[in-house]
């Protein structure tokens, strides 16, 4: 018989958000997940499943039942003719990338983050850059689900297709993803060519660059002109790495956050902080050649605030030009660097952000210096504003302020999913407060 135990206080990685579930579980097999929900049906108690707790928001936050399936965590099957894995919800893709380098696969794509799991990965749309390659989601065939009555469901294509484009972006609202299925492709290695330009060439020069790079993203440094420009693609050559040395060491890191922190107390450092961290950092150009997987992952450095829209790739330069113009306007308001801006290819899962078009993201965030918070909320809006402007829908793991009303004119699926929701979870077993806004 699985047991929670009470007490536990969850909290999310950039430390933003946080709940005390009544009792918290750690089940090790699809027979504990069924007595857990057996017991939340007993009781009329909600139930919220947690991966790796990455998201920036309160979306994974409960006060009634949590379940972490950070013990359920298996590869359970691998075909190699056709190149494609089935694992368990729980397991993390840092665990995953090393078993299928081991296998001679890989994952086609993949996030700044590792540290997440397979089912919350694709729960909240979790996406990288390449205008070739969808969100993460777009890489599963298939999955098994169980609903709020306990019953198993396995769906793909073939199988419960409906349900299927639905629980491909879950939200952790349908139920509890017991194992996933995902398209990989035969181990590669990456190039990475970073490279500085400006902010106005890149933009006017935005198709060539999408496609001279499969994996093409960039970094707009704001207050500057600044533009530190990434081109990642398939090679045979061997690792090796041409890097910054500072960037790559953790006495950057430590300036940087030090750095800011004194920002906190004359915030007219912070124009100043981003040109020296361009010219520090990534004013010359470097490259390297490493496995795929840790060419796609980046370390994040610390805790930060994060905001990330998907709008359509035609509004590209529109919403960032006026970003820009906002900003010189209000030199009040400082943003700290990255602005990250990345793309990915349209496709027809429910609540993808980018259903139906194809999507630039378009990623901004503000560094907490040693945990302190600074002031964002300006920003915030305003970036808001440009982004519901430009037909944006954000990204389902990001803190935003969106309601029901919002998402029914962002999403022509929206009641069609809703339904399919409310159909497998009749009493709302699964929602939370962040899905009652969403939802209701």
Not at 29 to 58: F, M, N, T, W, Y
Not at 159 to 165: A, R
């Amino acid at each position: 018989m699985v047991v929670g135990r009470g007490g536990y206080k969850f909290q999310n990685w950039a430390q933003t958000y946080g709940s005390s579930p009544e009792l918290y579980f750690q089940p090790t097999c699809v027979e504990e997940i069924k007595e857990i929900l057996d017991l939340a049906r007993q009781r009329s108690k909600r139930v919220k499943v947690v991966g790796g707790g990455h998201s920036p928001s309160d979306i994974a936050c409960t006060d009634d039942f949590m379940i972490r399936m950070d013990k359920m965590n298996r590869i359970l099957k691998v075909d190699k003719e056709k190149k494609q894995v089935t694992v368990e919800g729980g397991m993390l893709l840092t665990d995953l990338n090393k078993e299928l380098d081991k296998r001679g696969l890989a994952l086609s794509n993949l996030g700044a983050v590792s540290e997440v799991a397979a089912a919350g990965v694709i729960g909240t749309g979790t996406h990288n850059t390449g205008i070739t390659h969808g969100i993460l989601a777009t890489q599963v065939v298939a999955l098994a689900l169980m609903t709020a009555s306990g019953e198993i469901l396995e769906c793909s294509e073939a199988t419960n297709p409906e349900i299927f484009q639905a629980a491909r972006l879950h939200l952790g609202s349908l139920g509890v993803i017991l194992s996933v299925t995902i398209q990989c492709r035969s181990a590669f290695r990456l190039k990475e060519i970073q490279f500085s330009s400006s902010l106005q060439e890149v933009l006017d020069n935005l198709d060539a660059h999408l496609n001279s790079s499969e994996y093409f993203r960039f970094f707009w440094f704001p207050h500057t002109e600044n533009v530190s420009v990434f081109y990642q693609d398939p090679t045979d050559k061997p690792p090796a790495s041409k890097a910054n040395w500072f960037r790559d060491s953790f006495l950057g890191y430590y300036l940087l956050e030090f750095l800011l922190w004194i920002s906190t107390f004359m915030s007219g450092m912070v124009p100043w902080i981003n040109r020296f961290f361009f010219r520090l950092l990534f004013a010359s150009k470097s490259q390297r050649v490493n496995i795929s997987h840790k060419v796609f992952n980046f370390d994040c450095l610390f805790k930060q605030h994060v905001q990330d829209w998907a709008i359509p790739i035609e509004k590209t330069k529109d919403a960032l030009m006026q970003l820009k113009d906002w900003l010189e306007k209000n030199p009040h308001v400082v943003a700290h660097f990255p602005v990250e801006v990345r793309f990915a290819r349209g496709d027809d899962i429910l609540m993808s952000p980018c259903y139906h078009r194809d999507s630039c993201y378009m990623n901004i965030i503000m560094y907490r210096p040693y945990g302190k918070d600074v002031p964002h909320q300006e920003y915030w809006v305003e970036y808001e504003n440009i982004m519901k402007k430009v037909g944006g829908r954000p990204h389902w793991a990001k803190a935003h302020t969106c309601t029901r009303k919002d998402f029914e004119k962002m999403y022509p699926a929206f009641g069609k999913f809703k339904g399919i929701r409310e159909k497998l979870d009749t009493t709302g077993m699964f929602l939370n407060a962040y899905l009652e806004k969403v939802f209701y």
